[in-house]
């Protein structure tokens, strides 16, 4: 971390802007509180990316909260949404730039641009995207990225992609927790089912409807549950039977009750759904 931290302030000093990476869903959780202090003196962009899975009105107050710190602009790599607005928005920001430069001489001087994110913000498929090729390694393994290499991404930017990430900050135990749930923290890292019931929690406090939807739950399943002790759990349990997740003598299998409820929040089966809000 502290090499990686030392290696972008090095490289900082090529950089006009700054592309800082955030998961839409969790804006707060998956940022690095070092990215704005070691970038406090360049021009920066924010682009919540991921927002074609994150509820779309949160998405908006997000931007108009953001916006306030630095042009803030929605993306999605895996769709394309919101790619085209990037380029153009690095040439707004640096037009008094390119004056200036224009009237001491110097036309046409390339932009260069730093995106900097922690792992799982989808950092690899945002450059294949913006820069129209698939070359790069891209994958849900957090820090695929190897090497540092410059890439262009229109006639007059070139965007260095940092080999290093600033991997995360675990502040509360609720960051950690939204962390895991977005998978930035392995699965194989993490107690899966005390996850998996940390986000039912939330789901069921925020986005009810959509649980009784995918999972088929009446109203009258709902309010029966309600009733019992611990009642989160007895939701788990039933949306286990639901799904068939049972072991021998009727019960239910904790451990794939959820992986399925993880897996349908992170594919956006359960709908498109924010974690934080501003």
């Known amino acids: 971390m502290a090499k990686t931290r030392r290696q972008i302030i090095e490289d900082l000093k090529l950089i006009d802007v700054v592309i800082e990476l955030l998961d839409s869903r969790i804006p707060m959780s998956s940022r690095n509180p070092d990215i704005a202090e070691i970038t406090k003196n360049k021009k920066r962009i924010i682009l919540l990316n991921k927002c074609d899975l994150s509820d779309e009105k949160t998405n908006q107050r997000w931007v108009e909260k953001l916006s306030k710190e630095a ?146 739950i009446s109203s009258e399943e709902y309010e029966v549950i309600q009733n019992m002790p611990n009642s989160t759990y007895e939701l788990m349990k039933l949306i286990g039977r639901k799904r068939g997740a049972l072991v021998s003598g009727g019960n239910t299998d904790d451990e794939k009750i959820a992986r399925i409820i993880l897996d349908d929040f992170r594919n956006c089966k359960i709908g498109k759904i924010s974690l934080e809000k501003p």
């Open 71 to 216: 042009p803030t602009l929605l993306t999605d790599s895996n769709s394309g949404k919101g790619i085209d607005k990037v380029t153009k928005k690095i040439d707004e920001i640096m037009e008094e730039e390119k004056q200036r430069q224009a009237a001491r001489g110097r036309i046409n001087k390339t932009i260069r641009v730093m995106i900097l994110g922690i792992p799982n913000v989808g950092k690899s498929s945002f450059i294949n995207r913006i820069s129209k090729k698939t070359t790069m390694e891209v994958g849900n393994r957090p820090g695929v990225t190897k090497q540092k290499q410059w890439i262009r991404i229109s006639k007059t930017q070139e965007l260095l992609d940092t080999p290093g990430v600033l991997w995360p900050k675990f502040e509360s135990q609720e960051t950690a927790l939204n962390l895991a749930f977005t998978g930035t923290i392995k699965d194989d890292l993490i107690e899966r089912v005390e996850v998996a019931y940390e986000l039912l929690k939330i789901l069921e406090k925020d986005y009810l409807d959509n649980l009784k939807e995918r999972y088929k």
